[in-house]
């Protein structure tokens, strides 16, 4: 080969070469092109997407679909969490029964269902099947309904066994299958590895929103309280999350004479008003409403009668001391050298001790005649 040749065949390669370098470049810059004109269409597609969540004035909302209700307020909405509290055995398996006899039957109680023919999911984690069984015992005891007809309308559940990592599944996987308006998720704690820690609650609860969303159901999850008596808040950051969530949390309370005091803290909209149930002797429930007022009178009286006794023993200790200083001064003293001298001995100031006077003599304790106290009415005739 010539030298004219090597020449030729060098220029060729080397336009080649540039050639590829040019092409490679611009299939870069096409990619970042392209790159860029995908990524404002994701942008775009996501600015549609959340124009679909904007509240406008035009916007038409319908009203919120409560499965029970109280005297007329609703409670317990479609499409959204609920919740049940208390301290332990304070009753939040019965009023789960009650609930659900209500949605069945159409009324248990002063609960009633807002709407008919209701499915049902009950889903325990924390008893064991024998004593989960009770709950539609007591259902059917309740409602009267026979057995095909809450097969049909209740499905009952005891999920003791099965672990925190495949219990929403199952809780999907049942939802799908049943279609029920309501869940009772009694041992919400159960669904997750650590009801403290703040992570897996918040998703757990917005997991449990969405699944409320698409199914348009409610689920009410149950949760204790913290074990102080004097603190109401439902336990760990779940609790914090469920009541943040929660759009009615159902608080349940033991009262006196085994009353189960019902009540709604904490509602979205209209509060629930509190009702009450109990247990008859032979352990069914029973409405338990005109109990807790003859418990409350029987507490104001109590109360009141406390308050009188109290009064009463405040009076004859003051009138001690009064009737010592008069009768050592020779059974009656006038009223300002008597103001004067027991202002002293209790410690208070003048106006005080003379509203003190004044009491006494009005209850007939002391008497008083032109300015000079006695401790008789007999002792005021001989001045």
Known sequence: MNKMNLTENVNVQQTEGLSGQVNSQV??????????????????????????????TQTEVEPEAYTLSVDGVGFFARCDVHAVKGKQKSG?????????AALLRGQQ????????????????????????????????QMTGLDDAYIDQHLHLFTLRRRSYDTLLEDLR????????????????????????????????IRDLQMICEEHGCAIVC??????????ENMRGHLGTVLSQKAGSVLQCKKLKGGIINVSCPDARHGTMPAWNISFDR?????????????????????KAAKKKAAKELELQTRLDLFTR?????????????LTMKMAEKMGRDRTTVGRYLKELIEAGKLFE?????????QTMLAL
């Open 27 to 56: 299939q870069a810059v096409q990619g970042i092109v392209g790159e860029a004109v995908n990524q404002k269409t994701e942008q775009e597609e996501r600015l549609e997407l959340l124009q679909g969540f904007r509240v406008t």
């Open 222 to 231: 149950v949760l204790h309280e913290n074990k102080a008596t004097d603190d």
């Open 325 to 337: 200083a008069i009768e050592f001064n020779g059974g009656s003293m006038l009223r300002g050298e």
């Open 109 to 140: 109680f002063r609960v009633k269902s807002e709407e008919e023919e209701l499915v049902v999911l009950h889903i325990d984690t924390e008893q064991q099947a024998a004593d989960v069984k009770l709950v539609i015992d007591e259902v059917k």
């Open 369 to 377: 005649n032109n300015k000079v106290i006695t401790t008789s009415s």
């Open 282 to 302: 032979e352990g069914h429930l029973i409405n338990a409403d005109a109990m807790h007022r003859e418990e409350q009178k029987a507490a104001r009286e109590q």
């Open 92 to 100: 939040k398996s019965a009023v789960l029964k009650v609930c659900a």
């Open 173 to 204: 996987l049942l939802i799908e299958s049943l279609h029920p308006q309501v869940v009772f998720l009694d041992g919400v704690v159960d669904f997750i590895q650590s009801f403290n820690d703040e992570v897996l609650s918040r998703q757990l």
